[in-house]
T-cell receptor
Framework: DTEVTQTPKHLVMGMTNKKSLKCEQH?????MYWYKQKAKKPPELMFV???????INESVPSRFSPECPNSSLLNLHLHALQPEDSALYLC???????????????FGPGTRLLVL | AQSVTQLGSHVSVSEGALVLLRCNYS??????LFWYVQYPNQGLQLLLK??????LVKGINGFEAEFKKSETSFHLTKPSAHMSDAAEYFC?????????????FGSGTRLLVRP
């Protein structure tokens, strides 16, 4: 099973709202990722968690707040977003076998976010 | 920093024709290379990857890619296109340190398949 699930599939929010995106995997992967994908563009990395600890933050604005409550779950908390934050948010996971071993990342279907 | 260049934002082929999607990379270390496919309104699905060893890599759905170090290329091919192959294709190189790494994606190539 190589499935990564994401909820919700679609989300519309105002600029003053607080919402959360959820991602779940049951493959025993210990690395999880958030990517942002604008229309007709490639995905861009936002955050990486390794063994439930934040290991990479690509200078993402603080209105995006990631959380990894356990090895199977990854959340992205959203607050005071801007219309330009509208995009497809993709979650991915991979094995984490240690230094120098780069495992395949498996992607979820994404959450399509619209900020009004 | 590593980078990926995909030549051609759109490629159009007839059904049954050869598919060739081009990818060139820039890397200071031996690269890990990937091809992903994205169908409309979906996430990314791994087609194939190159890590070490055999330079001709076979993937799903009849696709394959050849790693050519001298040309810094990792082009994706399929002998005979099918209508269901119409999608966006991304080439990616991995970059990282320690045990965390990220994928650096090319700009993508949209494959159109004509009946």
């Amino acid at each position: 099973d190589t499935e990564v699930t994401q909820t919700p599939k679609h989300l519309v929010m105002g600029m003053t709202n607080k919402k959360s995106l959820k991602c779940e995997q049951h493959m025993g992967h210990r690395a999880m990722y958030w990517y942002k994908q604008k229309a007709k563009k490639p995905p861009e990395l936002m955050f990486v968690y390794s063994y439930e600890k934040l290991s990479i933050n690509e200078s993402v604005p603080s209105r995006f707040s990631p959380e990894c409550p356990n090895s199977s779950l990854l959340n992205l908390h959203l607050h005071a977003l801007q219309p330009e934050d509208s995009a497809l948010y993709l979650c991915a996971s991979s094995q984490d076998r240690g230094v120098g071993i780069q495992e395949t990342q498996y992607f979820g279907p994404g959450t399509r976010l619209l900020v009004l | 920093a590593q980078s990926v260049t995909q030549l051609g934002s759109h490629v159009s082929v007839s059904e049954g024709a050869l598919v060739l999607l081009r990818c060139n990379y820039s890397s200071s270390v031996p690269p890990y290379l990937f091809w992903y496919v994205q169908y409309p309104n979906q996430g990314l699905q791994l087609l194939l990857k190159y890590t070490t060893g055999a330079t001709l890599v076979k993937g799903i759905n009849g696709f394959e890619a050849e790693f050519k170090k001298s040309e810094t290329s990792f082009h994706l091919t399929k002998p005979s296109a099918h209508m269901s192959d119409a999608a966006e294709y991304f080439c990616a190189v991995s970059e990282g340190m320690d045990s965390s790494y990220k994928l650096i994606f090319g700009s993508g190539t949209r494959l159109l398949v004509r009946p």
